[in-house]
Nanobody, 127 residues
């Protein structure tokens, strides 16, 4: 599967961005999807995830209430709406696909659950 993330850019403190990820495979609607990020010098960390049917979502504590993950299975896309951005949100953002169909990987908030990764999109928040 190929995952293509887009929508990153430079935004001021307090601003908003919407990231989008499109998947190439026809089994997209069977898998949880997640967004992760990696800042310079730091490990990749969980941001948000969504169940295969969109009925369940999970967020890291640092983004809860500011970010919203959603998916459109008809379009093979998963989006991340990011509001009230701060400098601490500056990172490369990656979308990822769960290794296992129809499971609860979206609840586990772990990179090990996700087996396919996109190329990443840079988000930079100026203070």
């Amino acid at each position: 599967v190929q995952l293509q993330a887009s929508g990153g850019g430079l935004v001021q403190h307090g601003g908003s961005l919407r990231l989008s990820c499109v998947a190439s495979d026809r089994t997209f609607n069977m898998y949880s999807m997640g967004w992760f990020r990696q800042a310079p010098g730091k490990e990749r960390e969980f941001v948000a995830a969504i169940s295969w049917n969109g009925g369940g979502t999970s967020y890291s504590d640092s983004v809860k209430g500011r970010f919203t993950i959603s998916r459109d299975n008809a379009k093979n896309t998963v989006d991340l709406q990011m509001n009230n951005l701060t400098a601490e949100d500056t990172a490369i953002y990656y979308c990822a696909k769960d290794r296992t169909a129809f499971d609860v990987g979206w609840l586990l908030k772990s990179t090990s659950v996700f087996g396919s990764w996109g190329q990443g999109t840079q988000v930079t928040v100026s203070s």
